[in-house]
């Protein structure tokens, strides 16, 4: 698959790296040429750079544009993206993803617009990091949570503490066929274990569950969560465009503070939550004195926003020093991701990631309707509609030969969802959520599209 990228600042550069990795043919444009350094010093054969106007239409035709499967514009510069993704549909591009920062142009009644106008998909990372956000508060117990086909299946990644009601017990016992969740994977210091039925889960571990709403709370007391108390209260260190976005979109019950350093900002913070029922103090969220003036102690939660990694982290600390259980830091340099959690930080946000899970998904083949990129485990989470006569319709669960690091966390059928076990008959139209190791998902999608005739029994013959 050929894929041109514009724009090779953090969210291009990651892309780059990430998608190279799948063996695709990747083209980065950027102006700078000191953007562009680590990636023409990465010795990735399937990498080349073009320090250019990605405006330019020579420039595109040089990077193939009439050949490309997907153009992804990510400049920091909104109507660059817009003008370079139309250009590039007008030259021959099939598909086109643009980064924008309005939160107008995210609206459900403007996407044909947009894909009238050659534009055939939106990322706004600060607004899904918001959404992310939202969700981590609404459910503090949690590391992460992630609805599937409008809640029909939740995924939880819990830390489990030693008051966890099911440690060391192997899962072939915890797991039963009748058993209303399933775990799909476990997150053990630096290893991700796609587990088996004498695997055990251990204090430490960060376990990914799949189940349903109605069984959320039952899945609370198993883990030994239930003394987390509900979030009302937030302290929100940074005032960039996430923090803003999160102002706008915060529900009624939470209550919002915002500390920014720089006066300036904060009166522009003024101006543009001048309608939220959000309180902005000047001062610095990492000093304690301020942060116990500003009543850190009555909050249930605090959110590091700034544009510092290693500011965020050091402020998550400070916050848990004077007994904020919850935390979440956007973390961006993705090296600082493994440290963070080691050092206990809450949830962790990273826009390169939740960008790379939306970008990921318009390159399979299957009929994909929503993806997760799950930095801290190496892994992706997907949900695949099964078409039908597809490889995965043919056989039980057990006898299809699913890759090893693949694991299938549950399906929708008619709108209920419903676990997975190895008896269980995949049918067409069914919605499967498959959990699996980072760059594995290329090699599942095979199992859920549609075969071209004679090439299903030639699938068959290999799996039997």
Request: net charge negative; glycine share 6%.
């Given at each position: 698959m050929k894929i041109i990228i514009a724009g090779a600042g953090a969210v291009g550069t990651h892309l780059a790296k990430l998608l190279s990795k799948d063996n695709q043919d990747i083209v980065v444009i950027?102006?700078?040429?000191?953007?562009?350094?680590?990636?023409?010093?990465?010795?990735?054969?399937?990498?080349?750079?073009?320090?250019?106007?990605?405006?330019?239409?020579?420039?595109?035709?040089?990077?193939?544009?009439?050949?490309?499967?997907?153009?992804?514009?990510?400049?920091?510069?909104?109507?660059?993206?817009?003008?370079?993704?139309?250009?590039?549909?007008?030259l021959g591009a099939k598909r086109t993803v643009a980064r924008v920062d309005n939160s107008e142009y995210m609206l459900p009644q403007y996407q044909k617009v947009f894909q009238e106008m050659g534009v055939d998909s939106l990322i706004y990372p600060e607004m899904l990091a918001s959404q992310e956000i939202i969700e981590g508060l609404r459910h503090s117990w949690v590391r992460q949570y992630w609805e599937v086909h409008g809640g029909a299946l939740v995924m939880l990644g819990i830390k489990l503490r030693d008051n966890a009601h099911i440690l060391n017990v192997p899962l072939r016992i915890l797991c039963k066929p009748e058993t209303p969740y399933h775990i799909v994977a476990i997150k053990r210091d630096d290893q991700t274990i796609i587990p088996g039925g004498n695997d055990l889960?251990?204090?430490?571990?960060?376990?990914?569950?799949?189940?349903?709403?109605?069984?959320?709370?039952?899945?609370?007391?198993?883990?030994?969560?239930?003394?987390?108390?509900?979030?009302?209260?937030?302290?929100?260190?940074?005032?960039?465009?996430?923090?803003?976005?999160?102002?706008?979109?915060?529900?009624?019950?939470?209550?919002?503070?915002?500390?920014?350093?720089?006066?300036?900002?904060?009166?522009?913070?003024?101006?543009?939550?001048?309608?939220?029922?959000?309180?902005?103090?000047?001062?610095?969220?990492?000093?304690?004195?301020?942060?116990?003036?500003?009543?850190?102690?009555?909050?249930?939660?605090?959110?590091?926003?700034?544009?510092?990694?290693?500011?965020?982290?050091?402020?998550?600390?400070?916050?848990?020093?004077?007994?904020?259980?919850?935390?979440?830091?956007?973390?961006?340099?993705?090296?600082?991701?493994?440290?963070?959690?080691?050092?206990?930080?809450?949830?962790?946000?990273?826009?390169?990631?939740?960008?790379?899970?939306?970008?990921?998904?318009?390159?399979?083949?299957?009929?994909?309707?929503?993806?997760?990129?799950?930095?801290?485990?190496?892994?992706?989470?997907?949900?695949?509609?099964?078409?039908?006569?597809?490889?995965?319709?043919?056989?039980?669960?057990?006898?299809l030969g699913l890759p090893n690091d693949v694991a299938l966390g549950g399906l929708i059928r008619d709108g209920v969802g419903m676990s997975i076990n190895g008896n269980t008959q995949i049918q067409a139209g069914d919605f499967v959520v498959v959990f699996a190791m980072e760059n594995l998902l290329k090699d599942v999608d095979v199992f859920f599209r549609a075969q071209p005739k004679g090439m299903l029994s030639k699938l068959l013959n290999k799996i039997s």
């Open positions: 950027d102006e700078n040429p000191q953007k562009t350094v680590t990636l023409t010093d990465s010795g990735n054969n399937d990498l080349m750079v073009i320090n250019n106007s990605p405006t330019s239409i020579s420039c595109l035709k040089e990077a193939g544009v009439q050949h490309a499967h997907l153009f992804i514009a990510v400049t920091p510069h909104e109507s660059v993206n817009l003008t370079c993704c139309l250009m590039a549909h007008t889960l251990l204090n430490g571990d960060i376990a990914y569950f799949m189940t349903t709403k109605r069984h959320i709370e039952h899945l609370r007391g198993l883990t030994g969560k239930e003394a987390y108390t509900d979030v009302k209260n937030i302290m929100v260190m940074g005032g960039g465009k996430t923090s803003v976005l999160l102002g706008r979109k915060k529900p009624e019950w939470l209550n919002m503070r915002i500390i920014e350093q720089n006066e300036e900002r904060c009166h522009r913070l003024n101006e543009l939550l001048e309608n939220e029922d959000v309180i902005i103090i000047n001062g610095d969220g990492r000093d304690t004195n301020t942060m116990l003036e500003e009543g850190i102690r009555n909050c249930e939660a605090f959110v590091a926003l700034s544009d510092e990694t290693e500011r965020n982290i050091l402020a998550c600390l400070a916050a848990k020093r004077l007994g904020v259980r919850k935390t979440v830091a956007m973390v961006d340099e993705m090296d600082y991701m493994d440290m963070a959690e080691k050092l206990d930080i809450g949830t962790i946000i990273n826009k390169k990631v939740i960008a790379a899970s939306h970008i990921y998904r318009m390159m399979m083949d299957a009929d994909v309707s929503n993806l997760k990129r799950l930095a801290l485990a190496n892994a992706d989470v997907a949900e695949f509609v099964t078409s039908e006569g597809s490889l995965a319709t043919q056989h039980q669960v057990k006898d």
